[in-house]
Protein backbone atom coordinates (compact mmCIF):
# COMPACT_ATOMS: atom_id res chain seq x y z
CA UNK A 1 0.00 0.00 0.00
CA UNK A 2 1.45 3.43 -0.65
CA UNK A 3 1.54 5.39 1.78
CA UNK A 4 2.66 9.40 1.68
CA UNK A 5 2.36 11.10 4.56
CA UNK A 6 2.96 14.67 5.46
CA UNK A 7 3.36 15.91 9.51
CA UNK A 8 4.64 19.29 10.90
CA UNK A 9 2.34 21.97 10.08
CA UNK A 10 1.42 24.18 11.91
CA UNK A 11 0.92 28.19 13.07
CA UNK A 12 3.69 30.27 13.06
CA UNK A 13 4.28 34.51 13.14
CA UNK A 14 5.98 36.27 10.34
CA UNK A 15 9.67 35.43 10.61
CA UNK A 16 9.67 32.03 11.79
CA UNK A 17 10.70 28.61 11.17
CA UNK A 18 8.88 24.93 9.97
CA UNK A 19 10.16 21.52 9.34
CA UNK A 20 8.20 19.64 7.12
CA UNK A 21 8.32 15.85 6.98
CA UNK A 22 6.94 13.20 4.17
CA UNK A 23 7.01 9.59 5.34
CA UNK A 24 6.80 7.63 1.99
CA UNK A 25 6.22 3.85 1.89
CA UNK A 26 4.78 1.09 -0.94
CA UNK A 27 7.19 1.64 -3.17
CA UNK A 28 10.57 2.06 -4.03
CA UNK A 29 10.60 5.71 -3.12
CA UNK A 30 14.67 6.07 -3.25
CA UNK A 31 14.43 5.90 -6.78
CA UNK A 32 11.87 8.68 -7.14
CA UNK A 33 12.13 12.61 -7.37
CA UNK A 34 10.34 13.68 -4.14
CA UNK A 35 8.89 17.31 -3.98
CA UNK A 36 6.88 19.43 -1.87
CA UNK A 37 3.70 21.92 -3.41
CA UNK A 38 1.64 23.91 -1.97
CA UNK A 39 -1.87 25.64 -2.78
CA UNK A 40 -3.52 28.57 -1.11
CA UNK A 41 -6.78 29.16 -1.17
CA UNK A 42 -8.00 30.38 -4.44
CA UNK A 43 -4.97 29.52 -5.78
CA UNK A 44 -4.16 26.93 -8.42
CA UNK A 45 -1.30 24.62 -6.80
CA UNK A 46 2.09 25.15 -6.99
CA UNK A 47 5.58 23.56 -7.08
CA UNK A 48 7.69 24.85 -3.99
CA UNK A 49 10.86 22.23 -4.02
CA UNK A 50 11.79 18.76 -5.71
CA UNK A 51 15.25 16.70 -4.63
CA UNK A 52 15.85 13.86 -7.45
CA UNK A 53 17.02 10.50 -6.32
CA UNK A 54 20.32 11.64 -6.51
CA UNK A 55 20.08 14.60 -4.34
CA UNK A 56 20.44 17.28 -7.24
CA UNK A 57 17.22 19.97 -6.00
CA UNK A 58 15.47 22.34 -7.33
CA UNK A 59 13.28 25.32 -5.62
CA UNK A 60 10.71 28.13 -7.09
CA UNK A 61 11.94 31.31 -7.09
CA UNK A 62 9.53 32.57 -4.41
CA UNK A 63 11.22 30.20 -1.90
CA UNK A 64 15.08 30.12 -2.58
CA UNK A 65 17.20 31.16 0.18
CA UNK A 66 14.78 30.76 2.68
CA UNK A 67 13.60 26.73 2.39
CA UNK A 68 15.86 24.02 2.07
CA UNK A 69 14.64 20.23 0.94
CA UNK A 70 16.33 17.17 1.53
CA UNK A 71 15.92 13.36 2.22
CA UNK A 72 16.67 10.32 4.06
CA UNK A 73 16.92 6.95 1.91
CA UNK A 74 15.81 4.47 4.32
CA UNK A 75 15.18 0.73 3.09
CA UNK A 76 11.48 0.86 3.83
CA UNK A 77 10.56 4.79 4.27
CA UNK A 78 11.88 7.34 2.78
CA UNK A 79 11.41 10.57 4.55
CA UNK A 80 11.80 13.90 2.95
CA UNK A 81 11.70 17.24 4.34
CA UNK A 82 11.73 20.76 4.08
CA UNK A 83 13.11 23.24 6.06
CA UNK A 84 11.18 26.64 6.29
CA UNK A 85 13.35 29.97 7.58
CA UNK A 86 11.93 33.11 7.28
CA UNK A 87 8.02 32.43 6.74
CA UNK A 88 6.03 34.92 5.51
CA UNK A 89 2.15 35.32 5.52
CA UNK A 90 2.45 34.55 1.95
CA UNK A 91 4.12 31.23 2.13
CA UNK A 92 0.40 30.26 3.99
CA UNK A 93 -0.84 27.42 2.08
CA UNK A 94 -2.20 23.49 2.51
CA UNK A 95 1.85 21.98 1.91
CA UNK A 96 1.72 18.36 -0.07
CA UNK A 97 4.41 15.84 -0.43
CA UNK A 98 4.90 14.03 -3.73
CA UNK A 99 6.98 11.39 -5.64
CA UNK A 100 7.28 11.04 -9.17
CA UNK A 101 8.42 8.22 -11.53
CA UNK A 102 8.25 7.63 -15.20
CA UNK A 103 5.33 9.47 -15.10
CA UNK A 104 3.86 7.70 -12.23
CA UNK A 105 3.23 9.95 -9.56
CA UNK A 106 1.92 9.98 -5.80
CA UNK A 107 0.28 12.50 -3.64
CA UNK A 108 0.35 12.51 0.08
CA UNK A 109 -3.38 14.67 1.88
CA UNK A 110 -1.58 17.75 2.83
CA UNK A 111 -0.43 19.58 6.28
CA UNK A 112 -1.46 23.37 6.70
CA UNK A 113 0.97 26.00 7.04
CA UNK A 114 0.07 29.21 8.49
CA UNK A 115 2.26 32.45 9.06
CA UNK A 116 0.36 34.96 10.91
CA UNK A 117 0.48 37.52 14.11
Known amino acids: QVQLVESGGGLVQPGGSLRLSCAAS????????MGWYRQAPGKQRELVATISSGGRTNYADSVRGRFTISRDNAKNTVTVFLQMDSLKPEDTAVYYC?????????WGQGTQVTVSS
Open 26 to 33: GRFFSLYT
Open 98 to 106: KGIRDGTAY
